[in-house]
């Protein structure tokens, strides 16, 4: 069994980053993002704060808004046009999930598509359907990134992807596609879950319950990404049982150092993209 490092992949991407960051600085261009923040979630705001520290040590430039969780959707929206003809912004990023009030759909729809670095919009998500070419979400991406670094063609392979979400499971299930594996995707209805997880050479968890993806679901030699953050106990616990899961697999993400550092990765990689096409 080998671990696929996350964090060692990341850490060598991120270091091509600074560079094409430096030579596009020098051409005066330099990438900048913008993270929107409402309300006061302790998880968001962690993860907005590692979103800023990847930025300044990538060389980015980088703004975070901080609204007040009684924001209402016009105030956002107003902020999320101002930042759409702001020459400096090459990425806005709001930060999910927003406080029940806001409609979540829309503010992203008022994301203009070349500067949606997270790819949530439905024009992005829609290229990705039909195979354009446009901003992928970054933990899908990331997913993406970490399976190649196995080694392992993805072509004709069987993968099961367990969660339906439009951040994750979603657009990770359409780039195994095209990358010409076998997917089946999975959710809270399925049945016999872990039947049709165990035939997966390649298996995607990312359904948000700690430790659900026992050994039983595992095949012999597949490749196991965990995508699951659960903090339990103050501890962070992804959806797979790794003790178990490692003596099957044989590649698998640890939780944490798999997926998490990947996905801002992929973002600072989508601004950088951005800032290279739109100037
Ligand atoms: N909330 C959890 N993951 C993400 C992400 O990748 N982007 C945004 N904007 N919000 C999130």
């Known amino acids: 069994m080998s671990i696929i490092d996350g964090k060692a992949i990341s850490g060598q991407i991120r270091l091509g980053l600074t560079e094409k960051v430096a030579k596009l600085k020098e051409e005066g261009i330099t990438p900048g993002l913008a993270v929107v923040l409402v309300g006061d979630d302790p998880a968001s705001a962690i993860y907005v704060r590692y979103k800023e520290q990847a930025c300044t040590d990538t060389g980015l430039y980088s703004e975070v808004h901080r609204l007040d969780a009684a924001t209402t959707q016009e105030t956002l929206l107003s902020l999320v046009e101002r930042l759409n003809t702001d020459d400096k912004i090459h990425g806005i990023l709001v930060q999910l999930p927003l406080p029940n009030h806001i409609d979540e759909m829309a503010i992203l729809r008022a994301i203009n598509p070349d500067k949606d670095v997270d790819g949530f919009h439905v024009i992005n998500a829609g290229k990705l359907f039909?195979?354009?070419?446009?901003?992928?979400?970054?933990?899908?991406?990331?997913?993406?990134?970490?399976?190649?670094?196995?080694?392992?063609?993805?072509?004709?392979?069987?993968?099961?992807?367990?969660?339906?979400s439009n951040i994750v499971g979603k657009p990770v299930s359409m780039l195994l596609m095209e990358q010409n594996a076998t997917v089946t995707m999975c959710h809270s209805r399925t049945r016999d879950l872990a039947k049709v997880c165990a035939g997966a050479d390649i298996l995607v968890a990312a359904i948000g319950r700690p430790e659900m993806i026992t050994g039983e679901?595992?095949?012999q030699g597949a490749i196991v990404i965990d995508v699951g953050t659960s903090?339990?106990?103050?501890?962070l616990k992804g959806d797979v049982l790794f003790s178990e899961a490692e003596k099957k697999a044989a590649f698998i993400t640890p939780v944490p150092g798999g997926v998490g550092p990947m996905t801002i990765t992929m973002l600072l990689e989508n601004t950088v993209e951005a800032a290279k096409i739109h100037g």
């Open 231 to 235: 903090r339990v106990d103050g501890k």
């Open 130 to 164: 039909v195979g354009e070419k446009g901003f992928v979400a970054c933990t899908a991406k990331g997913i993406i990134t970490l399976i190649k670094s196995t080694g392992i063609d993805i072509t004709g392979k069987t993968a099961v992807v367990v969660g339906r």
């Open 217 to 219: 679901y595992v095949k």
